[in-house]
C-alpha cells in the first residue's frame, strides 16, 4: 500500500475559478488520490479512480447532506426516515439518496426527463430561443451570459413547472446559488457576497401550496401529484427537495455550457468555422466542450467502510472530493492532447462531467437538447461573432461551478444563404 500524500493543496478554492488547469495538473501529477493535510478529506484526480468511485454505489455514498441550500429546510414531521439526513435532520436531495429511495425519487423526477417528453420540449425550446434572440438582434450586440445563456434554461423551466415570467428573478437566484458543500470552501468575504436567499424559502412554499389547494395542468402540480401517489400523502417536505434539484440542476448546467461552448468557440477559430459551416458537427462539440469546461468541478462522496483507492488507504467515514474536471483533463486517458480541444473528438461522451453510474444526472438530455437548439439557431440568425472590444468575460466566484459571470458579444444579422448548414 503507498503513503498517503498529506501535503495541502489549494482545492478546491476560489482562487482558481479563472484558471483551474495549473493546479489540477499539479494534483493529477502528485497522483490520483490525497489526503488534504491531516483532515478526513481527500482528491481524487484520475479517470480511472473517480470513474470507479461514481459507480461503486456499494462503497461510496452520495450522501453527504450538503448539496441543497439551508433556507429549503426543515421539512414537516413524517417524513419517512430513510429520506432524512442523519447528520442535519433534513430532507435529503435525490442525489444524495441511497437505493431503494434513491430510485424511487429518480424514477419520479424522470417522468420529466422520458424521450417523449424532451420531444414535447423542442417547441418551446424554439420558441424561447428565438423569442430571446428577437430581443437582442436588433442591437447587434448582447450581453450572452445573461441574456440568453441563462435565460435558456431558466424560461423552460418556468414553462414546464407553470411558473410566470415574472417568478423568473427568485427562481434563477435560487438555480445559481452556491451549494452548501460549496460553501464550506469559500472565504468569509466571499460568503458575505453570496445573494440574500432567506427570502425563496417562503415563495417556494406558497408555490407548492397553491397547486395542492388548486392543482393545475402544470408540472409543479404533477410532481405533487406523483409525490402524494408514491407516498401516499403529501409531504412538503419532499416535494421541495425534488423541485429544488430539478431547478437547480437545469439552470446552472445548461447556463454554463451554452455560455462555456460560445467563449470556447471564439478562441478556437478552426472550431468557430467548422460549427458554422456544418451544424451538424454541434452536437459532439458540446460534449467535448462538456469535457474541456465541465460546469460542476467536483462532487462529494462518503467512504460507506475502509477501501484502498489509487493506492491509499481511505477510513470509513472519509469525505472524498470526486475532481470530475481533473477526470475530463487526464492524460492518462485522454492522450497528450488530454486539455487541447478538439471539436470532433470521437470518444468526447465519454467524459465524466455528468457523472456515471446509479447517480448519472438523468436531466443531461434536456440539457444537450437545449444547448444543440440555442446554438443552431444563433449561428442560423447571426454571422461575425465576436466578443466585444473592452469587456473582458470574468468567471463566477465558486469554488465548486465552471461558468462564466459575464460575455459581451457583438455580431451581424445573417441572411440566408450566408452559411452552409447541414444536419
Not at 441574456?147 to 431558466?154: D, G, H, I, L, S
Not at 454571422?383 to 459571470?405: C, M, V
Request: proline letters at 5%; one cysteine or more; glycine letters at 8%.
Amino acid at each position: 500500500m503507498a503513503h498517503t500524500d498529506t501535503r495541502q493543496f489549494d482545492y478546491p478554492s476560489t482562487a482558481h475559478a479563472a484558471c483551474p488547469w495549473p493546479v489540477l495538473a499539479e494534483i493529477r501529477a502528485a497522483g490520483s488520490v490525497h489526503r488534504l493535510g491531516d483532515s478526513n478529506r481527500y482528491l481524487v484526480s484520475h479517470y480511472d479512480d473517480v470513474e470507479f468511485v461514481l459507480k461503486s454505489e456499494d462503497l461510496f455514498t452520495g450522501n453527504s447532506e450538503e448539496r441543497l441550500a439551508p433556507f429549503d429546510w426543515p421539512g414537516p414531521e413524517g417524513v419517512p426516515p430513510e429520506t432524512l439526513g442523519k447528520r442535519t435532520g433534513h430532507v435529503l436531495s435525490v442525489i444524495e439518496l441511497d437505493p431503494p429511495a434513491h430510485k424511487i425519487r429518480r424514477d419520479r423526477m424522470f417522468r420529466f426527463l422520458k424521450p417523449s417528453r424532451l420531444q414535447s420540449y423542442r417547441p418551446w425550446i424554439e420558441e424561447i430561443v428565438d423569442g430571446l434572440i428577437d430581443g437582442f438582434i436588433d442591437r447587434g450586440e448582447v450581453e450572452f451570459m445573461h441574456e440568453f445563456a441563462y435565460r435558456v434554461p431558466t424560461h423552460l423551466i418556468l414553462r414546464i413547472l407553470g411558473f410566470e415570467l415574472e417568478d423568473f428573478d427568485w427562481i434563477h437566484a435560487w438555480g445559481v446559488a452556491e451549494w452548501r458543500g460549496g460553501r464550506t470552501f469559500m472565504t468569509e468575504d466571499e460568503l458575505r457576497r453570496q445573494s440574500d436567499l432567506a427570502e425563496i424559502g417562503p415563495l417556494i412554499t406558497a408555490e407548492i401550496l397553491k397547486r395542492v389547494e388548486e392543482p393545475r395542468d402544470d408540472g409543479l402540480t404533477e410532481m405533487i401529484q406523483a409525490q402524494i401517489e408514491d407516498d401516499g400523502a403529501f409531504n412538503i417536505g419532499i416535494v421541495r427537495a425534488d423541485l429544488g434539484q430539478f431547478v437547480r440542476a437545469g439552470i446552472t448546467t445548461t447556463g454554463h455550457l451554452l455560455s462555456s461552448a460560445m467563449f470556447v468557440l471564439l478562441q478556437h477559430e478552426e472550431a468557430l468555422e467548422l460549427i458554422s459551416r456544418d451544424h451538424a458537427k454541434i452536437r459532439n462539440f458540446l460534449e467535448e466542450v462538456l469535457r474541456m469546461e465541465s460546469p460542476l468541478q467536483w462532487i462529494p462522496r462518503i467512504a460507506r467502510q475502509d477501501v484502498e483507492l489509487g493506492g491509499v488507504h481511505i477510513p470509513e467515514g472519509s469525505y472524498l472530493i470526486v475532481m470530475l474536471q481533473s477526470a475530463n483533463r487526464d492524460e492518462g486517458r485522454w492522450g497528450e492532447g488530454a486539455c487541447v480541444l478538439d471539436a470532433e473528438r470521437r470518444d468526447a461522451i465519454d467524459h465524466l462531467a455528468f457523472g456515471k453510474g446509479p447517480h448519472f444526472c438523468i436531466g443531461a438530455p434536456l440539457g444537450r437538447l437545449e444547448s444543440e437548439i440555442a446554438l443552431v439557431k444563433l449561428f442560423n440568425r447571426l454571422k461575425n461573432i465576436r466578443l466585444a472590444p473592452g469587456d473582458e468575460p470574468s468567471y463566477k466566484e465558486s469554488p465548486t461551478f465552471r461558468g462564466l459571470t459575464n460575455l459581451r458579444l457583438q455580431f451581424e444579422r445573417a441572411e440566408t444563404g450566408d452559411a452552409v448548414r447541414k444536419g
